[in-house]
């Protein structure tokens, strides 16, 4: 409550200049990590440095749909939801100053959210909640980390969660995206939706087909079959955005290799494929999905041109020119 008058009573200008001054100051086990031209501040224990120096085409994927959406809309915006640390931001942002709203609300990665926000500059606006099929309030308690990533699914999923004063420290706010949008003018018509919540993400594309339908922006969300359940799920999401008015879907492996462009008929295969491996032996553990419409099929090929030209830089152009040969006997 004097939390509440105290901000009542001060003036926004200074209001704002302190919540940047109460972001806490790296601690010493904390790593930084580059993204173009952004540094930012990680957990010591994060993923995302390792899985970049293993896989070099980790994550590549963003930056290329950012790239292709900025040489189409000048007014690009896009929003992230499951924002993380702020490694999707940096990557949209890596070339342009692109405006992001980003959706976190998990309390282990916000301060670096925060500080990474600030570094890379003050086009990244944060939205502390995660985005869920109606608006209501979680406990801290009800997440599920594991290294460099938080779930809240099985919270999401669980009902009616925990009923706090909206002023409660503890409470995670929980909202839909059409309310945090109209909270945010800027990004009513972002061109990009990426979603990334560690098994939540086909529930937020069914229940959002609507304003999917409206908006057409290109999705680019994870792909995670690893139980019968979910592969219902994923059949009804892919289902929701052909409704919607999706027509190219353009699939990544968990490491950012490109597969190819599927029908949505495909996807039937391709679960199969991500039930044998959660059950017969993990080589591929979920898949990241580009998804446009007829409007931005373009913008699909764009990116599939510029990950085919990334891979003839790294293994020679005529390596790659005597694989296409092959493929065309």
Not at 30 to 36: K, N, P, S
Not at 89 to 101: G, Y
Not at 185 to 191: E, Q, T, V, Y
Not at 312 to 318: F, K, N, P
Request: charged share 20%.
């Amino acid at each position: 409550m004097l939390k509440q008058i105290l901000r009542e009573l001060t003036p926004p200008v200074l209001w704002k200049a302190a919540k940047a001054w109460s972001i806490p100051a790296p601690r010493s086990s904390d790593v930084f990590h580059q993204i173009g031209p952004h540094t930012l501040s990680l957990p010591g224990d994060h993923a995302l440095p390792a899985y970049r120096a293993q896989w070099e085409m980790y994550d590549a994927q963003l930056e290329c749909v950012s790239q292709a959406l900025q040489g189409k809309y000048s007014d690009f915006t896009a929003v992230d939801i499951g924002a993380n640390v702020g490694d999707t931001a940096a990557a949209i942002s890596a070339h342009r100053d692109v405006p992001v709203l980003c959706l976190e609300a998990d309390p282990g990665y916000l301060p670096y959210l925060r500080r990474n926000a600030k570094t890379i500059g003050a086009h990244i606006v944060l939205e502390e909640s995660y985005i869920g099929e109606s608006s209501r309030l979680l406990s801290p308690c009800q997440l599920q980390r594991t290294v460099g990533t938080t779930s809240a699914a099985g919270a999401l999923r669980g009902g009616g969660g925990e009923q706090r004063m909206p002023n409660d420290k503890g409470a995670i706010s929980v909202r839909r995206l059409e309310d945090v949008l109209k909270q945010h003018a800027l990004f009513a018509n972002a061109k990009l939706i990426k979603s990334d919540t560690d098994g939540f993400d086909f529930n937020i594309i069914i229940s959002h087909a609507d304003l999917l339908s409206w908006m057409k922006p290109v999705v680019y969300f994870e792909y995670t079959v690893d139980s019968v359940e979910s592969a219902e799920r994923a059949a009804e999401c892919i289902k929701a955005l052909v409704r919607s008015g999706y027509v190219d879907f353009t699939l990544f492996d968990n490491y950012g290799s490109m597969m190819g462009v599927y029908d949505a008929a495909d996807f039937a295969d391709l679960n199969h494929y991500l039930l044998s491996n959660a059950y017969c032996g993990r080589a591929v553990y979920y898949c990241d999905v580009l998804a446009a419409t007829a409007g931005d099929v373009d913008v699909a090929l764009t990116v599939r041109e510029t990950m085919h030209a990334r891979l003839s830089r790294r293994i020679g152009s005529r390596e790659v020119q005597r694989v296409a040969g092959a493929e065309n006997v």
